[in-house]
T-cell receptor, first 114, second 114 residues
Framework: GAGVSQSPRYKVAKRGQDVALRCDPI?????LFWYQQALGQGPEFLTYFQNEAQLDKSGLPSDRFFAERPEGSVSTLKIQRTQQEDSAVYLCASSLGRMNTEAFFGQGTRLTVV | DQQVKQNSPSLSVQEGRISILNCDYT??????FLWYKKYPAEGPTFLISISSIKDKNEDGRFTVFLNKSAKHLSLHIVPSQPGDSAVYFCAAYASGGGADGLTFGKGTHLIIQP
C-alpha cells in the first residue's frame, strides 16, 4: 500500500494478557517510530528504529513493552501482562531518512485493556 | 513536565477568517518544529514545519511563525475553510541530542463555523 498500515485497528485485551501490534511502514523507509497516545493527550514517543537497529527505546514505559523490526521493514510492538493504564492508541510512523521530521503516520491501533 | 504546551484545548473560528493556533515550548534544545493535523480515527498528517534558523515559513494558506526568544510558535490559517476542522498538534525536535522522537503538545481542536 501507499501509506503506513497498522493492524489490528482495534484490540480489546483482558488485564494480564499479552498483545502484539503490527506496523507495515512505507516501502523503503529507513526510520520507524512508535508513539503512544492516551485519551486527550498528544502522542508520546516510545521507540525508534533505523532499519533493523533499535537506536532509541528511551520512551518505553516499562520492561513489559518490547519492540522489534527484525528485517528492517515490518515492526511489532509487544506488550506483556497488559494493565489498564496501557489503554491508548498506538501510532506507528515511518520516514525516508534519518530524521523523524515529516514522518508519515499510520491510523493507529486502539488498545483497550479491561 | 510538558515541554510543548498548547494551552487552548479548542478554538472556534468563522469560515473565511484567520485561525491562529499557539504553541509554547520550554526546552531550549529544540531546533525544529512541526504542525500536524489529525482527523478522528486517522493518524496525524504533517502540515508544515520550521527550522530554528528561520522565523517564518509559508505554504499556501498555512504560515508558521517562530519567536525563539519567547519560545513560542504559532500557526496561521488564512482563509479558514470547513475542511480545516480538526485537531492540530504542535511538535518539536532537538537535532543535537535527546530522544529521537518528536515531543508533541496536547493538541488544539479547531472548529470552523460556517
Amino acid at each position: 500500500g501507499a501509506g503506513v498500515s497498522q493492524s489490528p485497528r482495534y484490540k480489546v485485551a483482558k488485564r494480564g494478557q499479552d498483545v502484539a501490534l503490527r506496523c507495515d511502514p512505507i516501502s523503503g523507509h529507513v526510520s520507524l517510530f512508535w508513539y503512544q497516545q492516551a485519551l486527550g493527550q498528544g502522542p508520546e514517543f516510545l521507540t525508534y528504529f533505523q532499519n533493523e537497529a533499535q537506536l532509541d527505546k528511551s520512551g518505553l514505559p516499562s520492561d513489559r513493552f518490547f519492540a522489534e523490526r527484525p528485517e528492517g521493514s515490518v515492526s511489532t510492538l509487544k506488550i506483556q501482562r497488559t494493565q489498564q493504564e496501557d489503554s491508548a492508541v498506538y501510532l506507528c510512523a515511518s520516514s525516508l531518512g534519518r530524521m523523524n521530521t515529516e514522518a508519515f503516520f499510520g491510523q493507529g491501533t486502539r488498545l483497550t485493556v479491561v | 513536565d510538558q515541554q510543548v504546551k498548547q494551552n487552548s484545548p479548542s478554538l472556534s473560528v468563522q469560515e473565511g477568517r484567520i485561525s491562529i493556533l499557539n504553541c509554547d515550548y520550554t526546552n531550549s534544545m529544540f531546533d525544529y518544529f512541526l504542525w500536524y493535523k489529525k482527523y478522528p480515527a486517522e493518524g496525524p498528517t504533517f502540515l508544515i514545519s520550521i527550522s530554528s534558523i528561520k522565523d517564518k515559513n509559508e505554504d499556501g494558506r498555512f504560515t508558521v511563525f517562530l519567536n525563539k526568544s519567547a519560545k513560542h510558535l504559532s500557526l496561521h490559517i488564512v482563509p479558514s475553510q470547513p475542511g480545516d476542522s480538526a485537531v492540530y498538534f504542535c511538535a518539536a525536535y532537538a537535532s543535537g541530542g535527546g530522544a529521537d522522537g518528536l515531543t508533541f503538545g496536547k493538541g488544539t481542536h479547531l472548529i470552523i463555523q460556517p
